[in-house]
């Protein structure tokens, strides 16, 4: 078993198997999420349930947040009741979720204000990276925080980078991101341009994946086109969040606002709750 107590804050598509390798690995795991019934799975698996954010922060001597967006983050943090309401001095809190580099350096300031450290380590890879232990972690932060995080991040990822300062890892995985966006939307029209010219969809995405083109998401994203079946690993509301933070962070590419939009309108189209790769089915009118 190993000695570090760790706590773990949101327990969604990404979070539930997150924790279930950090339990596997030998740590002792406290949880908490806002909706309690969807802790039973870890619990089951050797967990232990915080009952409440405040007892998870001072309870644990690493804390990690794996929740939606930035207001989600941010409440976790500084609500009255959070995570830093109680006694969290040399505490370390780790925030894995995908937010704006400016909300990462809220809570690092929020943090050190109660004399606890700060990193920021969103994540690249979806929920079977997640399982499997292969996401890539984009860390900022100290290189003190960073080495203390580190036994963590090898049991969750195959590969980490501390790649700058608070604000640096946020912004590389915004980068991402919008690589993937255009990945995705890519072969989504490419397809139906290749249908609407009578050719078979099975025949469009062999041709792609067996040439220069494929890739590791045009593989993994095949079958859900060819079934039509898009239940969510990367929701798709996740994505459109994605592409809003890198315009507001001055992505200002000529892709990046058709882009955005295309995934905007997705949502509104009531889209949002399903995969990433549901854009097909947006496009596909
Ligand atoms: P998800 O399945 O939608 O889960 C969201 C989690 O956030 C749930 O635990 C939810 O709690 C919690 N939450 C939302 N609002 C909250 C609030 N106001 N207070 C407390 N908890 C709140 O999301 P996910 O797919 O695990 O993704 C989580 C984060 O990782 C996102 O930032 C996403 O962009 C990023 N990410 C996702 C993937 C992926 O492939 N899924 C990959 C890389 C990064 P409830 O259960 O109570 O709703």
Same mark, same amino acid.
């Given at each position: ?5 760790i ?21 002792a !795991? ?6 309690r019934?969807k802790?039973?799975d870890?619990?089951d ?10 007892k998870l ?9 794996? !929740?939606?967006?930035?207001?989600? &983050?941010?409440?976790?943090?500084t609500?009255?009741?959070?995570l830093?309401?109680g ?10 979720s995908?937010?704006s ?9 929020s ?10 380590a969103?994540?690249?890879?979806? !929920?079977k ?5 292969t996401?890539?972690i +984009?860390?900022?932060g ?10 963590l991040?090898?049991v969750?990822g ?13 912004a590389a995985? +915004?980068a991402?991101?919008?690589f993937?966006?255009l990945?995705?939307?890519g072969? &989504?029209?490419? !397809? +139906?341009f290749?249908q609407a ?5 099975e ?6 994946n067996e040439?220069a ?6 593989k ?10 898009f239940p ?10 994605? +592409? ?5 962070q001055g992505?200002?590419?000529?892709l990046?606002?058709p882009?955005?939009?295309?995934f905007?309108?997705a949502?509104? &189209? ?9 854009i097909?089915?947006h496009?596909?009118?």
């Amino acid at each position: 078993m190993n000695t570090t107590k760790i706590g773990w804050a949101g327990l969604g598509n990404m979070g539930i198997p997150m924790v279930s390798n950090l339990l596997k690995a030998g740590y002792a !795991v406290q949880v908490f999420n806002r909706t309690r019934n969807k802790e039973k799975d870890v619990l089951d698996a050797g967990a232990t349930a915080a009952g409440n954010l405040s007892k998870l922060g001072s309870g644990n001597d690493i804390t990690l947040t794996m !929740v939606s967006d930035d207001a989600a &983050a941010k409440e976790l943090f500084t609500a009255p009741e959070g995570l830093l309401a109680g006694e969290v001095k040399g505490k370390l809190f780790i925030n894995v979720s995908t937010v704006s580099p400016e909300t990462s350096r809220f809570l690092e300031e929020s943090c050190i204000n109660k004399g606890a450290a700060f990193m920021e380590a969103p994540v690249s890879g979806s !929920v079977k990276p997640a399982q499997d232990g292969t996401l890539i972690i +984009l860390a900022g932060g100290t290189e003190d925080a960073y080495q203390k995080a580190k036994p963590l991040f090898d049991v969750l990822g195959k590969l980490s980078l501390l790649v700058g300062p608070v604000g640096a890892g946020s912004a590389a995985k +915004l980068a991402i991101n919008y690589f993937l966006g255009l990945n995705l939307q890519g072969l &989504a029209e490419t !397809v +139906l341009f290749a249908q609407a010219n009578g050719v078979k969809t099975e025949d469009m995405l062999t041709i792609i994946n067996e040439g220069a083109c494929g890739s590791g998401i045009t593989k993994l994203k095949s079958p859900a086109i060819l079934k039509g079946e898009f239940p969510a690993a990367f929701a798709l509301k996740h994505l459109a969040k994605d +592409l809003r933070l890198a315009k507001e962070q001055g992505l200002d590419a000529p892709l990046s606002t058709p882009l955005y939009e295309s995934f905007k309108q997705a949502q509104e &189209a009531g889209l949002g709750d399903e995969d990433v790769m549901a854009i097909y089915k947006h496009l596909d009118k």
